[in-house]
């Protein structure tokens, strides 16, 4: 595991953007295609910005990225709430990323069906071995959640489907996300935590004894590949 801490959200946005177009060009040295998976919640709003302007809005390789999603809520998209709404808001929108390429969780069908949807295409696009995403992007909640791997919820031990849906009472919606199985086997993970309200969970999720139904977070852990935590000096004042 790698930490990376930053003074600040603005200055660990603007290093994370970097590495990011940084890994997006060294990688499509080797490869045709770049895939990335987008997290949701309001701390990626400020990275996709500054992606979706100069200069990465010009030096990344838009037409070979794959876009996917990590969750989202399962609300229309036209609520301020779907996390594809906010990427397409805060990033989309403004970059040459082929339609074909986009790949939003459904929420005009039922979650069930939505969750048996992604899972297909996902099968299609990654096989049954190797590596999956070239980099998947999470958010960490203030309770240690991840993804939509709430704490106490049974979705953190899934261990075969790599798409589910569930009803979050906590929040009086359903939830489609990716689970374990798929995101462990990705290339690369990048959390991005910031702010004071993160601290706690953050100390006990890298340092603390393993809980994962208390501390969802914990169960993310590249396989093969690099896991990257991008954290403020307010989320990272727990640890010593
Ligand atoms: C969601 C998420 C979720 C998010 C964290 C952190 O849809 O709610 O994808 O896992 O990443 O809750 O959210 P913030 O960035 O808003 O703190």
Redesign the pocket.
């Known amino acids: 595991m790698e930490l990376h801490k930053f003074r600040d959200a603005e200055a660990l946005s603007e290093a994370v953007a970097k590495w990011i177009a940084d890994v997006i060009a060294a990688t499509l040295k080797r490869q045709p295609r770049f895939t990335i998976a987008l997290?949701?919640?309001?701390?990626?709003e400020r990275l996709h910005k500054i992606l979706a302007a100069a200069p990465y809005k010009e030096q990344i390789d838009w037409s070979k990225l794959h876009i996917f999603w990590?969750?989202?809520?399962a609300v229309p998209f036209q609520d301020s709430r779907n996390?594809a709404k906010m990427a397409f808001e805060t990033l989309l929108n403004h970059v040459p990323v082929p339609a074909a390429h986009i790949h939003v969780m459904r929420t005009d069908i039922s979650p069930e069906q939505s969750a048996t949807e992604y899972e297909k295409i996902l099968h299609q696009y990654f096989g049954e071995k190797g590596p999956s995403f070239d980099l998947v992007l999470?958010?960490?909640?203030?309770d240690g959640?991840?993804?939509?791997l709430f704490p106490g919820t049974a979705v953190v031990h899934e261990e075969k489907v790599w798409v589910t849906s569930f009803f979050l009472k906590a929040q009086d919606m359903h939830?489609i996300t990716l689970t374990r199985p798929i995101v462990n086997r990705a290339a690369r993970i990048a959390f991005?935590t910031t702010?004071p309200k993160?601290a706690h969970a953050l100390k006990e999720v890298l340092k603390g004894e393993y809980h994962p139904d208390l501390y969802p977070s914990q169960t993310i852990m590249p396989q093969a590949g690099e896991l990257h935590w991008f954290v403020d000096d307010a989320a990272a004042a727990e640890l010593s």
């Open positions: 997290s949701g919640g309001s701390t990626p990590g969750d989202e809520r996390n999470l958010g960490m909640g203030d959640h991840t993804l939509s939830r991005l702010g993160k």
